[in-house]
Nanobody, 117 residues
Framework: QVQLVESGGGLVQPGESLRLSCTASGSISLINVWGWYRQAPGKQRELVAS???????NYAGSVKGRFTISRDNAKNMVYLQMNSLEPEDTAVYYCNGRISSTFINYWGKGTLVTVSE
């Protein structure tokens, strides 16, 4: 089994920063792509950023230049540094781990990020 637990969400003002953390445990050795997704109220879940075991990253256009995904392999942690937050970034953020070329995905339960005055 794989367990993913997110932390670090909260309420911030526009322009501020947050760092989300994802703690991974269990049978994670086959997971080779890690990502952060988000789902805003009334919208579909969307990819925010992903990182491969080799360190290649991919970002949604709306967050490029503001968010940074990183991974600490030794600690089995995945991070999302979010800077210059905007109200449009308000969403539940989910950690994801997947085995590429398969349909196998693992999800955390999410952490809420609210950006508001």
């Amino acid at each position: 089994q794989v367990q993913l637990v997110e932390s670090g969400g909260g309420l911030v003002q526009p322009g501020e920063s947050l760092r989300l953390s994802c703690t991974a445990s269990g049978s994670i050795s086959l997971i080779n792509v890690w990502g952060w997704y988000r789902q805003a109220p009334g919208k579909q879940r969307e990819l925010v950023a992903s990182i491969t075991l080799g360190g290649s990253t991919n970002y949604a256009g709306s967050v490029k230049g503001r968010f940074t995904i990183s991974r600490d392999n030794a600690k089995n942690m995945v991070y999302l540094q979010m800077n210059s937050l905007e109200p449009e970034d308000t969403a539940v953020y989910y950690c994801n781990g997947r085995i590429s070329s398969t349909f196998i995905n693992y999800w955390g339960k999410g952490t809420l990020v609210t950006v508001s005055e």
